[in-house]
Antibody
Framework: QVQLQQSGPGLVKPSQTLSLTCAIS??????????WNWIRQSPSRGLEWLGR?????????DYAVSVKSRITINPDTSKNQFSLQLNSVTPEDTAVYYC????????????WGQGTLVTVSS | DIQMTQSPSSLSASVGDRVTITCRAS??????LNWYQQKPGKAPNLLIY???SLQSGVPSRFSGSGSGTDFTLTISSLQPEDFATYYC?????????FGGGTKVEIE
C-alpha cells in the first residue's frame, strides 16, 4: 500500500523559506489516479489545505488563496517524491505540516505522512 | 470557500455510549463529505468517505449519514480507543476545507 515519509527541518527563521519533502512508496508520483497534497494544522487555523500537484498527461498545481503568492509544490519523478516550499515565512506559519494522498475517484485524503512540526522563530 | 461547521466542539461520554457528531456545510456539497479521526501526535485517519461509506478496516460501530449541507457521524457504542478528535472535510471543490473538530473525551 502507499506510504508517505516526510523530511525537512523543524525550525525556520522568519522571512526565510520552509522546505519539506514527501517520499512516496507503493505508488508513482506520476500516477493519474491521485493528487499529492500538503496540509498544515495549527491551534489557530485548524486543518488547512495548502495545495496539491498531480499528473494528468501533464503536471498541474492548485494552491490555497491564503498562501498562493508564497507556495510552490513540485514533483520529483527521479526520486518519486514531491516537495513543499513556502517563502517569506512568519511565526503564523508555525504548524504541523502533513503530506497526504488524495484519491481522484473517491475524493478523500488517505494515507497521510507522519507530520512535521515546523516552528518559525529567530 | 465552503465553510464546514462541526458541533459540538467537544463532548464527554462513557464507554458504551452512543455518540453523534454533526457537520454542516455553508452550501450544498452533495455527498462529498469525509470523516477523519485524529489521536494526539498522529495524522488524521480516514473513517468514512462519500458521507456514508466505511473505509476498509474501520470498525462497523462507526457510521455516517447525510447529504446536501447536513451530515452526521455516529459511534454506536463508544470504545476506549475512540477517545480522539474527529474532523469532517468537504471534497466538493477546492479549496478543500475541514471542520473545526470535535474532541471526544472520557466522562
Amino acid at each position: 500500500q502507499v506510504q508517505l515519509q516526510q523530511s525537512g527541518p523543524g525550525l525556520v527563521k522568519p522571512s526565510q523559506t520552509l522546505s519539506l519533502t514527501c517520499a512516496i512508496s507503493g505508488d508513482s508520483v506520476s500516477s493519474n489516479s491521485v493528487a499529492w497534497n500538503w496540509i498544515r494544522q495549527s491551534p489557530s487555523r485548524g486543518l488547512e489545505w495548502l495545495g496539491r500537484t498531480y499528473y494528468r498527461s501533464k503536471w498541474y498545481n492548485d494552491y490555497a488563496v491564503s498562501v498562493k503568492s508564497r507556495i510552490t509544490i513540485n514533483p520529483d519523478t527521479s526520486k518519486n517524491q514531491f516537495s513543499l516550499q513556502l517563502n517569506s515565512v512568519t511565526p503564523e506559519d508555525t504548524a504541523v505540516y502533513y503530506c497526504a494522498t488524495y484519491d481522484r475517484n473517491y475524493k478523500y485524503f488517505d494515507p497521510w505522512g507522519q507530520g512535521t512540526l515546523v516552528t518559525v522563530s529567530s | 470557500d465552503i465553510q464546514m461547521t462541526q458541533s459540538p466542539s467537544s463532548l464527554s461520554a462513557s464507554v458504551g455510549d452512543r455518540v453523534t457528531i454533526t457537520c454542516r456545510a455553508s452550501q450544498s456539497i452533495s455527498s462529498y463529505l469525509n470523516w477523519y479521526q485524529q489521536k494526539p501526535g498522529k495524522a488524521p485517519n480516514l473513517l468514512i468517505y462519500a458521507a456514508s461509506s466505511l473505509q476498509s478496516g474501520v470498525p462497523s460501530r462507526f457510521s455516517g449519514s447525510g447529504s446536501g449541507t447536513d451530515f452526521t457521524l455516529t459511534i454506536s457504542s463508544l470504545q476506549p480507543e475512540d477517545f480522539a478528535t474527529y474532523y469532517c472535510q468537504q471534497s466538493y471543490n477546492t479549496p478543500l476545507t475541514f471542520g473545526g473538530g470535535t474532541k471526544v473525551e472520557i466522562e
